[in-house]
């Protein structure tokens, strides 16, 4: 009997829990893939470990990886003393939790986690020091046992592949190609050999187990401590059900917890019992991933890691949010207001939501306004516009009750009586029993100031909220008896067990209203925050507070002591779709806004459809984790400098770029750093999503940078990073250098004014000698002058004595000339032929003297002009002598005489005029005096100068007429004025002039050229 009663009761019971535990099974996912295109450098990852800072640590063909949850930070032969090599290949994890990375080059890199400033980074274990103390410590792993591999791989020659499995108690298991190899007694004994080659044979580590299945084969060999488990060949579980696998299509992956094997889109976790074999378990399936290498699963967090050969690093972590499959029409109508049936089916707007993730269609009910109402779990209240509607869930038909004055806003049964629905418009107060209007009222008047949410707080009062501000209304004395938060559009109200109200708002955040006192919270960091359409009390002591733009929750705790102490902060945890919601975006303004499963589930609307989560099975990763220095530098160098744990800088540094770290695997969101330097700014600043600090010219001093968390967990600062920083000033800042200055500055002064003194007195003595200078100065040139009106007399005496020489030696050519053209011009032909050939000759010779006589005279006339220069040219000497003796080829004749010019290779820097002048006045000289002779013209080269002789046959010079003539001072019966003319030019040409005469015998003349080119 009892059964009979009982069984309905339980049957229910039983029903309840089906939701739950479909729900809690559910294996879908959130994947998230990085590869080369968002911060990995290369897409093979082959090796994953976490080290105990909470680093995750990720080797690749391009070098090593940190990944903080934010960002990558890589590790290559730029950043790594002597790595020969950046392919790894090889990774493992110690006992006491060190991690090692092992690359194509066999050098060995550990994760170095000993700072407790500076972030872990990898470090190259290349000394023997270094190798023989790993050797030691870590007897049992691949680079210990490279001599052991290399001295069974001199037996086996041929067999080139090479798998080393290990065991979690120190056995290790050696696939050498086909062969198989078990560590016994410190030595590889052969165990098993297969028919297949290396790729065709696939194995894994199992816990105790090892695993080993043939390609295309089902038929998996099963081995503990050595020895083979023959009668474990057959898997059990998920997995005989996946075709891909039945057809021998599938991969066994090495994991750190355990084995795994992925076929078609579906990952199995591998599992051996004692008693029952092999087995599987799905984790997931739908996942497509190509050439799966590795696979880390992260129990704190509950993620997967998996590195792929060819696509990077994926990462899985369990959805804890869910939505109902809903098609277009269904999302066009929206979510708004829902209703909970004692199944646990939610009724939201036409549609019903059943446990079985199925849904329903209400027939015959129309658009449902913000707010709805479940009565007697039968009937809905629903307003359409100002319309308000009754259906009956069992016939499925609506009923229309009555037209309202305004728009539905909120629809409840009255707390005191609950057989009364109370109605609220935008403008009205309705109360409805048996669905009879039994009271109205009129709570605002028709303007802009709109009802948009209601609480009834008491029998007679309800908290309205209005879209400018929160009223309190009284029914009895139909009056509004005080307001709050003017101005403020008013989204949700909610009251909790200890009174005091929580206000939501639209755009203006949230409010507490306790005691009179009204608090705003900080909308910081979280836009979303502005808009909150509810709170969502989860009974643990947080808040769920749906938003525009993403789900916070935020401890009750933290309110209420930001309430009393504004300096205390809100630590809001976000979540979004980084979180893997489906949108950001939550709709809000309907009554009721959430509703709670009895199975613990919370259901609220969003754009995207009904989301369903457990907050008390919920993993809410913390940003907890200690902050690090990943990379410190200035001036763009690496090289800092720390002393009893200061780092000291000297102020000429530019920028000081600090990149700082922390592992956080939650929503980026969450993350939030600031800092401060202690010393110089008190206020924190956000640290860049980067991590990167920067900071410019900080001025010389002792400081404290402290970075810490946004919202720390409880305050911790043990994860608080402080950076002591030094700051040395340049020698020009430091006080020595003020007292220096100074003294130098008495020094000057002392000196100035001894160096004024001396130097007025000097100035006074040099004033004196100055006039005594210039007075002889003034003497002296008095004297210059009365030498120089002496020569000027002499000079104009010299010019009338040439100007008379000139007209002297002009008459008697000219008179000739006369004569001679006279005597022809009467009798040119009564003469003879050789009469007249003598008189026409004598009559050339006659003007080629006077010709010659002009040009010297003019020659010598413009060197007497101030602006005459001398025209320096190059040229030939033996095309100079040959125009002279052409030039006198007629005129020598007269007298009987000959020119010779003895040839000559000499090219000459002179003026070519000035010298053709001396040469032809000293030919023409000769000419006159020498009868029947010879003149001969020769050039050399003595003592890098050109030596010009000109000689004669004629009477010569005597002793007194030679010295006049070289002097020059007057003219001679030989020559006339021509010494005269002819020592002025030789002047100008910087030569030299000598006469070697002897009378009787002839005259030698030697012209010196000053240089020879």
């Known amino acids: 009997m009892w059964i009979m009663y009982n069984f309905r009761p339980c049957f229910v019971f039983l029903l309840f829990l089906i939701p739950f535990c479909l729900f809690g099974q559910s294996n879908h996912f959130g994947i998230i893939n990085y590869n080369t295109t968002n911060g990995l450098p290369q897409n093979s990852i082959t090796g994953i470990q976490f080290d105990q800072n909470g680093f995750c640590w990720l080797s690749c063909e391009l070098g090593l990886i940190r990944y903080d949850g934010l960002n990558f930070?890589?590790?290559?032969?730029?950043?790594?003393?002597?790595?020969?090599?950046?392919?790894?290949?090889?990774?493992?994890?110690?006992?006491?939790?060190?991690?090692?990375?092992?690359?194509?080059?066999?050098?060995?890199?550990?994760?170095?986690i000993s700072s407790h400033k500076f972030a872990p980074f990898p470090q190259l274990l290349d000394t023997k020091k270094q190798q023989a103390l790993f050797y030691r410590k870590y007897p049992f792993n691949f680079y210990s046992f490279q001599n052991k591999i290399k001295q069974l791989q001199s037996e086996y020659p041929k067999k080139k592949g090479i798998d080393l499995n290990f065991t979690n108690d120190r056995h290790a298991y050696l696939k050498l190609d086909n062969y198989l190899f078990y560590l016994n007694d410190d030595k590889f004994q052969k165990i098993d050999e297969a028919k297949t080659d290396f790729y065709d044979v696939q194995n894994v580590m199992v816990g105790q187990y090892y695993i080993s299945v043939h390609s295309k084969s089902t038929f998996f060999r099963v081995y503990k401590d050595g020895l083979r488990l023959t009668n474990f060949t057959n898997i059990t579980g998920p997995v005989t059900k996946n075709p891909a696998f039945r057809s021998g299509n599938f991969k066994l992956i090495r994991g750190n917890d355990a084995g795994y094997l992925y076929s078609g889109t579906s990952l199995y976790k591998l599992n051996v019992d004692p008693h029952h074999g092999l087995s599987s378990k799905l984790i997931i399936s739908d996942l497509s991933i190509k050439a799966i290498d590795n696979i880390f699963y992260n129990k704190d967090q509950q993620k997967y890691y998996i590195g792929s050969a060819v696509n990077g690093l994926y990462i899985l972590s369990r959805q804890f949010f869910n939505y109902y499959e809903v098609n277009d029409e269904i999302v066009r109508r929206g979510f708004y207001s829902q209703l909970l049936l004692p199944d646990q089916s939610i009724i939201c707007q036409r549609y019903v939501y059943r446990p079985d993730n199925t849904i329903d269609t209400l027939k015959n009910l129309g658009l449902m306004s913000i707010s709805s109402y479940l009565h007697q779990n039968q009937y809905i209240y629903y307003g359409n516009e100002n319309l308000l509607y009754k259906y009956n869930l069992r016939t499925q038909k609506p009923e229309l009750i009555h037209p309202l004055e305004s728009n539905i806003a909120y629809i409840k049964n009255d707390i005191q009586n609950p057989d009364i629905i109370n109605v609220f418009t935008q403008t009205d107060f309705y109360q409805l029993k048996d669905d009879v209007i039994i009271l109205h009222q009129r709570v605002l008047e028709k303007r802009k100031k709109f009802i948009t949410t209601v609480f009834q707080d008491a029998q007679n009062n309800f908290i309205i909220g209005t879209e400018e501000g929160l009223i309190w209304y009284n029914k009895s004395d139909k009056k509004i008896t005080h307001h709050a938060l003017d101005s403020v559009y008013i989204r949700s109200i909610y009251q909790d067990k200890d009174g005091r109200l929580w206000i939501s708002s639209y755009n203006k955040g949230i409010f507490l209203l306790e005691d009179n006192k009204t608090t705003a919270f900080p909308t910081t960091?979280?836009?979303?925050?502005?808009?909150?359409?509810?709170?969502?009390?989860?009974?643990?002591?947080?808040?769920?507070?749906?938003?525009?733009?993403?789900?916070?929750?935020?401890?009750?705790?933290?309110?209420?002591?930001?309430?009393?102490?504004?300096?205390?902060?809100?630590?809001?945890?976000?979540?979004?779709?980084?979180?893997?919601?489906?949108?950001?975006?939550?709709?809000?303004?309907?009554i009721p806004a959430f509703v709670w499963l009895k199975d613990g589930a919370l259901s609220i609307p969003s754009i995207m459809g009904i989301m369903r989560f457990y907050p008390n099975q919920f993993n809410q990763p913390l940003p907890d984790k200690k902050i690090y220095i990943s990379e410190l530098t200035y001036n763009q160098l690496y090289n800092n400098y720390?002393?009893?744990?200061?780092?000291?800088?000297?102020?000429?540094?530019?920028?000081?770029?600090?990149?700082?770290?922390?592992?956080?695997?939650?929503?980026?969101?969450?993350?939030?750093?600031?800092?401060?330097?202690?010393?110089?700014?008190?206020?924190?600043?956000?640290?860049?999503?980067?991590?990167?600090?920067?900071?410019?010219?900080?001025?010389?001093?002792?400081?404290?940078?402290?970075?810490?968390?946004?919202?720390?967990?409880?305050?911790?600062?043990?994860?608080?990073?402080?950076?002591?920083?030094?700051?040395?000033?340049?020698?020009?800042?430091s006080l020595w250098f003020y007292d220096l200055l100074i003294i130098f500055a008495i020094l000057i002064i002392y000196i100035v004014v001894w160096l004024r003194t001396r130097l007025l007195r000097r100035n006074n003595q040099n004033l004196k000698r100055k006039i005594e200078e210039q007075t002889k100065v003034l003497q002296s040139t008095i004297?210059?002058?009365?030498?120089?009106?002496?020569?000027?007399?002499?000079?104009?005496?010299?010019?009338?004595?040439?100007?008379?020489?000139?007209?002297?030696?002009?008459?008697?050519?000219?008179?000739?000339?006369?004569?001679?053209?006279t005597q022809l011009d009467k009798n040119y032909n009564k003469l003879s032929v050789e009469i007249l050939e003598q008189r026409v000759s004598a009559l050339k010779s006659s003007t080629a003297a006077l010709n010659e006589f002009t040009e010297q005279f003019f020659t010598w006339a413009a060197s007497q002009h101030s602006n005459f220069r001398v025209n320096k040219e190059m040229f030939d000497l033996m095309a100079l002598l040959s125009e002279i003796k052409h030039l006198y080829k007629d005129i020598v004749v007269i007298n009987g005489n000959e020119i010779i010019i003895e040839p000559c290779y000499i090219i000459v820097l002179t003026d070519r005029q000035i010298l053709s002048t001396i040469v032809r006045n000293i030919v023409d000289n000769s000419n006159k005096i020498t009868k029947q002779g010879r003149i001969r013209i020769s050039a050399t080269i003595e003592g890098g100068g050109v030596c010009i002789y000109i000689s004669d046959n004629g009477p010569g010079f005597k002793p007194d007429k030679l010295r006049q003539f070289i002097e020059g001072n007057h003219s001679t019966n030989n020559g006339g004025h021509g010494s005269i003319i002819l020592n002025n030019l030789i002047h100008l040409i910087s030569a030299k002039f000598e006469v070697f005469s002897e009378e009787g015998v002839g005259s030698i003349f030697k012209i010196s050229l000053p240089q020879l080119s």
Not at 85 to 110: A, C, P, V, Y
Request: aromatic letters at 12%; charged letters at 25%; one cysteine or more.
């Open 73 to 112: 930070k890589v590790f290559n032969n730029e950043n790594i003393k002597g790595l020969q090599s950046i392919r790894f290949r090889r990774s493992f994890k110690t006992s006491d939790g060190e991690i090692f990375f092992i690359n194509d080059k066999n050098q060995l890199i550990h994760i170095n």
């Open 525 to 590: 960091p979280f836009a979303g925050l502005k808009s909150v359409h509810a709170f969502i009390d989860d009974k643990t002591g947080s808040f769920f507070l749906p938003s525009n733009n993403g789900l916070f929750r935020v401890k009750i705790s933290d309110l209420l002591k930001y309430a009393k102490n504004p300096n205390t902060p809100v630590r809001y945890y976000m979540y979004s779709m980084e979180d893997h919601l489906k949108s950001n975006e939550f709709n809000g303004g309907c």
């Open 642 to 733: 720390f002393k009893d744990g200061t780092l000291h800088l000297l102020q000429r540094f530019s920028d000081m770029k600090l990149d700082v770290t922390t592992p956080f695997y939650g929503n980026k969101n969450n993350l939030r750093l600031l800092y401060r330097i202690n010393g110089w700014n008190k206020e924190w600043v956000k640290v860049p999503d980067n991590g990167e600090i920067i900071f410019n010219h900080l001025p010389y001093g002792k400081y404290t940078i402290e970075i810490r968390h946004l919202f720390d967990v409880d305050q911790n600062t043990a994860n608080t990073l402080q950076l002591k920083l030094n700051v040395i000033p340049p020698f020009y800042n």
């Open 783 to 821: 004297k210059k002058l009365e030498v120089s009106e002496q020569r000027l007399i002499e000079s104009n005496k010299l010019k009338d004595q040439v100007t008379t020489m000139i007209l002297h030696d002009l008459r008697s050519p000219i008179r000739f000339v006369q004569m001679m053209a």
